[in-house]
């Protein structure tokens, strides 16, 4: 419990730094001085700067934003879209399922980051093509487990009481299905949300993300690969910060699996 | 079991389908255009026509799709605007040095994941289990392009064990290798620990110990055969992943497999090389998947019922 609960304000500080980034980010993340380039960490700059002068601790802080707009917009996607064919699919059954969870299946059969490469390839590098390319690889895990929970209920009392006093489809589902699907699909969401910053990180680490001059800390890393040998915080502070922002998600992930999963405990 | 296998190898023809057509897709929407690829952005208006008719890129999508799958049948798999050369003798060698690569990887993920899974899993609750837990947990976390970068200052920079680059020597592919191992060994770990937890809450084990038998001899022989279903899948699940998606290591370490080759062929805009990567990768990633099931399967006989 106590890692959990550590993880939590890890993970609040994250959302607070990334809200009000310019007022705790030290100097603008994006103009630099190029006199004071390379320089660093200590000093004036706390956490040095970058080749072209920029505070490093200010784009680290303004990267944060990126990583935060990306996990949630993305696992929004894959849970709306993702939970619907869901849900429809367990519900109705018979070739409604068939066809919705093949095309699934197809999905699946790609290896993930290739599956998000090609996508982006297709329409082009950007943040907003990334989001939609990451999220449409999420859409068949929450389509898969939102089905095998409604598959789980579609027989049970409490379900067919619902349908026999007269409720409607949509209103069954929505008032007696959707609530028990709740604690399953938020760990999932959990796990996924770490999971979809590292594939957008990855995605600018390529140059098929975030475009520059906009700090991401995947393109950050990307950058100091080049002054590795001499400089070499300049991949360390956003890698370092990326790591502990998912480690405290993966952490809070498990925990909440615990809690809510008493099989595996 | 022998039914399985047949209903299993069936289930694989419509995501094959499925898999030309996607690819297919990639080709026929994706940008450039091959005629123009091919001849060069000079060519006169009647040449363009001429060649557009000879490739056939006058007829509709399905007979298109059609005559693609044809070529494919016969081990076609067109020309690479890049190089000029036949697709398939420039993906071979690639597909040899993923194939390599993935070997390595997965005795190395092998190694780091069971033992430390078995470890923790008879220390439960104590200080190893607890550290493992943590440290895998930032193995887990860890995204693989930040593993690689500092695996490369380490390594190779600071301490020059290894080269950084290339496929030249043996052990060029050490630090390739680690990189995707280091992540899929944490994987492994916590699914070998919780799956030997599982197991180890099983009345028959209680039996076991109850009747006086050593403590390893149970752990060892009655829990772990019975721990390995849950291992064996994600062993393959993630052999799979390694044999299609290495692209970062692939990148990072400059070694000439096919993720790699994938992604220049995506920024060179080379249709044909990105058309045929995908569907030799998703061919694998298939092919890996159904091995992956058989074996579950055999290991795990009420599957085949289901």
Known sequence: MPTAIASTLILIAFLMTAAFAPSVAPMHPNQGNIRDRLQAPGGEY????????????????FGSRVALLVGATTVLIGLSVGGLLGVVAGYFGGWTDTIIMRTMDLLLAFPYILLVVAIVSILGPSLQNAIIAIGITNVPHFARIVR????????????????ALGASQLRTIARHVMPNAIAPVIIVATLYFGRNVIAEATLSFLGLGVQPPTAAWGSMVAVGREYLRSSPHLSLAPGIALMFFVYALNTLGDALRDVLDPKTQ | MGTYVVKRVLQIIPVLIGITFLAFLVFYFGPGDPVLMILGEHASPELIERERTRLGLDQPMLVQYARFLGNLAQGDL?????SREPVTSVIAPALRATVILAI????FTALIGIPTGILAATNRGGVVDQVTMSVTMVGVSAPAFFVGILLLLVFSYQLRWFPASGMRDWNSVVLPALTIALHFGAMLARMTRSAMLEVLGEDYIRTAKSKGLARRVVEYKHALRNAALPVVTLLGLQAGHVLGGAVVAETIFAWPGLGRLLLNGIIWRDAPLVQAGVIIIAFMFSVVTFFVDIVYSWLNPTIRYG
């Open chain 1, 148 to 163: 095998s929970v409604v598959i789980g209920l579609r027989e049970r009392e409490f379900v067919m009481a619902a349908g």
């Open chain 1, 46 to 61: 706390r956490l040095g700067t970058d080749q072209q002068g920029r505070d490093l601790l200010s784009r680290v802080i």
């Open chain 2, 104 to 107: 390595v990887t997965m005795l």
């Open chain 2, 78 to 82: 067109g020309i690479s605007y890049r």
